[in-house]
């Protein structure tokens, strides 16, 4: 990435949530854009995913415990319409190709649970099974791939996938992380994962293409699971809930990591990131009005 020539952070905080902001940018120059209000009542943070330019899907747990959806059409908000489901923790979403969608959650008997839109319709749900013990997270490196991963009783990182004809077992990754998981990937056969550490620390795992790397500490200080957004290859955009309750940034330009930056804010549980084109970022979070809220890099 080229190296940045202005860094803008604009947060207006309200006592019941994130306010919106103008943003303040030098000319030509890119900048954070944001708060803005999606509204909603949620229970849970939020999922995001894109499968096209200026296309965004978001997802959250209601106070019914289904998910509920609402998605930018490239000029306009949908109102929220509900999934089903009973989730007990963050949604997660991922799309390997257009009009695609696949949707992941954690039910109420601790087993992944999954559902998927194919252009058309949303499928039913379907229980995956294992045993988790925190929201899923999910990325795609090709059509027709999914890698998903969750916190498993022990506390480690598990991770199962579709090959584009059946699902895998769960495979243990090791780790030891206290909050749902975030996994993103820039290219193909290529996934990096990131965990809140029993130190809160962000620690991260990566495979290659032939084999996962170690954990390695980035650092930090974060009371939730981070999210994670690529908007090229090797790049990538790392967010997470500081001990102010603040969003924090940290970003990998394809040689070095940079950060944390303070994006402001207030809000609860973990965020929400995607990219939906080269040099943009949207960011999701649930607010402390439970309404959801937007700030997006462009």
Known sequence: MRTRL??????V?????VLG????AA???RAWYG???????????PAVSSWSQGRLDLFARGEDSAVWHKWWNGSSWSGWESLGGVIIDNPAAVSWGEDRIDLFGRGTDNALWHKWWDGSRWSGWESLGGVITSGPAVSSWSQGRLDVFAKGADNAVWHKWWNGSSWSGWESLGGTIIDNPAAVSWGPNRIDLFGAGADNALWHKWWNGSRWSDWESLGGVITAGPTVSSWASGRLDVFAKGT?????????????WLGWESLGGT???APAAVSWGPGRIDVFVQGMDNAVWQRWWT
Do not use: I
Not at 37 to 42: A, C, D, I, L, T
Not at 244 to 256: Q, R
């Open 35 to 45: 708060w803005s209000s999606m509204g909603g009542r949620v229970t849970s943070g």
């Open 244 to 256: 102010d309750n603040a969003l924090w940034h940290k970003w990998w330009d394809g040689s070095s």
């Open 267 to 269: 809000f609860q549980h």
């Open 21 to 24: 902001g103008t943003a303040v």
């Open 27 to 29: 000319p030509s120059a």
């Open 6 to 11: 202005v860094r803008v952070v604009v947060a």
């Open 13 to 17: 905080v309200a006592a019941l949530g």
